[in-house]
T-cell receptor, first 113, second 114 residues
Framework: QKEVEQNSGPLSVPEGAIASLNCTYSDRVSQSFFWYRQYSGKSPELIMSIYSNGDKEDGRFTAQLNKASQYVSLLIRDSQPSDSATYLCAVTRNGGSQGNLIFGKGTKLSVKP | EPEVTQTPSHQVTQMGQEVILRCVPISNHLYFYWYRQILGQKVEFLVSFYNNEISEKSEIFDDQFSVERPDGSNFTLKIRSTKLEDSAMYFC????????????FGPGTRLTVL
């Protein structure tokens, strides 16, 4: 059974701090990795995608991938109350648009003003 | 900005009834998906569709489920005889052709089976 594991939280950080979200996956052939944000009652919204080992930065967000350790993380710098949501890690064996996404249960992030 | 749309936003039905959930994917996308999320649980893959046929389906997608692309724009999920446990949010997603692209999700349909 292919699994994606995340700490369910809640993770609470003060406004302006760095939030660190972690994810491990069990399928070694996974190729594409994604972080989605989901507000309560809403659909998943893509935050970051990453395909190769190392870091990828986009604004306040940095995704990190370590395929040897089967580990992917998301850092949110200068956290804002509007970042409060559940963050979903997802992986797929194929290219991002071409294979079914396997999701973790998500980590709930709360940013306190 | 192009987006995936879904109708209805909320569907209430009696157990045993048939429901059809509708989706309009992003117009130049070629890969289409249905996922579901039971309240408080993770998002689960149901089925993927490419080139007018199912390319992959999960264990959840049994004979009670079917998908169709009846025209060039709509993508539907049919549940023939709904069960209480089918109550969930159903998300449609679509993806473009390139392998580095990703899947974009619609707003979802909340299905409530009574």
């Amino acid at each position: 059974q292919k699994e994606v594991e995340q700490n369910s939280g809640p993770l609470s950080v003060p406004e302006g701090a760095i939030a660190s979200l972690n994810c491990t996956y069990s399928d070694r052939v996974s190729q594409s990795f994604f972080w989605y944000r989901q507000y309560s009652g809403k659909s998943p919204e893509l935050i970051m995608s990453i395909y190769s080992n190392g870091d990828k930065e986009d604004g306040r967000f940095t995704a990190q991938l370590n395929k040897a350790s089967q580990y992917v993380s998301l850092l949110i710098r200068d956290s804002q109350p509007s970042d409060s949501a559940t963050y979903l890690c997802a992986v797929t064996r194929n290219g991002g648009s071409q294979g079914n996404l396997i999701f973790g249960k998500g980590t709930k992030l709360s940013v306190k003003p | 900005e192009p987006e995936v749309t879904q109708t209805p936003s909320h569907q209430v039905t009696q157990m045993g009834q048939e429901v059809i959930l509708r989706c309009v994917p992003i117009s130049n996308h070629l890969y289409f998906y249905w996922y579901r999320q039971i309240l408080g649980q993770k998002v689960e893959f149901l089925v993927s569709f490419y080139n007018n046929e199912i390319s992959e389906k999960s264990e959840i997608f049994d004979d009670q489920f079917s998908v169709e692309r009846p025209d060039g724009s709509n993508f539907t999920l049919k549940i023939r005889s709904t069960k209480l446990e089918d109550s969930a949010m159903y998300f449609c997603a679509s993806g473009a052709m390139t392998s580095t692209d990703t899947q974009y999700f619609g707003p979802g349909t909340r299905l409530t089976v009574l």
